[in-house]
């Protein structure tokens, strides 16, 4: 056994580094699940923040997009793409844009005659 003599100020460097590395490497950094295209109906509910009752009974209206398999199974599927232009839905128009898409169509109209 070796005997290793240093001064206070060092072991406190030591001390203070070491301490430094273990917060920085266990930090609560959030655990991020890499994306996936598929979402099942517990990632859905994470997504959207509706509740299962809500999104079956959406599903059950054909009202958001969703897939079964094609062997018959019961469990639903979302595909992320869908599942995100559904959550962006239609944008209302304002009422300038509404008056620009009115005069445009009747530009065309006015065009054809």
């Known amino acids: 056994m070796k005997l290793i003599v240093i001064e206070q100020s060092e072991l406190s460097d030591i001390i203070e580094n070491t301490v430094r590395r273990v917060i920085s490497a266990t930090s609560s950094k959030p655990i991020v699940k890499p994306k996936s295209d598929t979402l099942s109906i517990d990632d859905l509910v994470d997504l959207t923040g509706y509740k299962k009752n809500t999104l079956y009974r959406l599903v059950h209206?054909?009202?958001?997009?969703?897939?079964?398999?094609?062997?018959?199974?019961?469990?639903?599927?979302?595909?992320?793409?869908?599942?995100?232009?559904?959550?962006k839905g239609r944008k209302p128009q304002s009422t300038a844009e509404f008056i620009d898409q009115m005069e445009e169509e009747l530009l065309q109209r006015h065009k054809r005659k």
Not at 76 to 85: C, D, G, T, W, Y
């Open 61 to 87: 209206d054909r009202k958001i997009p969703y897939r079964k398999p094609l062997h018959g199974g019961r469990k639903l599927v979302f595909l992320r793409s869908e599942i995100e232009e559904w959550l």
